[in-house]
């Protein structure tokens, strides 16, 4: 590849608010860990049918 996986990973997870973390694992490669912050619930709706036009 041309190496631009991990940069997209990192760009998708701070632009939703996370954090990217990478630690070494010697010596078998490198662990990465993200984190997202929790969703706030979507708001309810008044609860009739969905009407499509």
Do not use: I, K, W
């Not at 490198?30 to 997202?36: D, Y």
């Amino acid at each position: 590849g041309m190496g631009l996986g991990l940069s997209l990973c990192r760009t998708v997870v701070e632009q939703h608010g996370g954090v990217l973390l990478y630690e070494s694992n010697r010596p078998h490669g490198t662990v990465f860990r993200f984190t997202l912050p929790v969703a706030e619930p979507a708001p309810q709706l008044d609860g009739g049918p969905a009407r499509t036009s």
